[in-house]
Nanobody, 124 residues
């Protein structure tokens, strides 16, 4: 069982930056692929970024590539999402997820554990 807790969300102006953190308790996250998803009001949850347990492979949604960076600190059992050049369309609740690496990393079905989410609001 992995418990995930996100933090770092907030209100930021367009063009600004935020860093989200996802602290895990339980097994070490090095065992898991870690992903970030987001859900805007009235929309379905969508993939943002993912990284394999080893950290050797990362994936990004096209809409965030070049602006967002996923990283992890296995010693702290924490995953991060650095978000730069934020746009109003990035406004959403952001969720952290952990999965055993089976399945497509960009699919929510590949993940077994989810955090409660943190709100990111980007003003224009």
């Amino acid at each position: 069982q992995v418990l995930l807790v996100e933090s770092g969300g907030g209100l930021v102006q367009a063009g600004g930056s935020l860093r989200l953190s996802c602290a895990a308790s339980g097994p070490t996250i090095s065992r898991y692929s870690m992903g970030w998803f987001r859900q805007a009001p009235g929309k379905e949850r969508e993939f943002v970024a993912a990284q394999t347990g080893s950290g050797s492979i990362t994936d990004y949604a096209g809409s965030v590539k070049g602006r967002f960076t996923i990283s992890r600190d296995n010693a702290k059992n924490t995953v991060y999402l650095q978000m730069n050049s934020l746009k109003p369309e990035d406004t959403a609740v952001y969720y952290c997820a952990a999965g055993d690496g089976v399945g497509q990393r960009s699919s929510s079905s590949a993940y077994d554990y989810w955090g409660q989410g943190t709100q990111v609001t980007v003003s224009s």
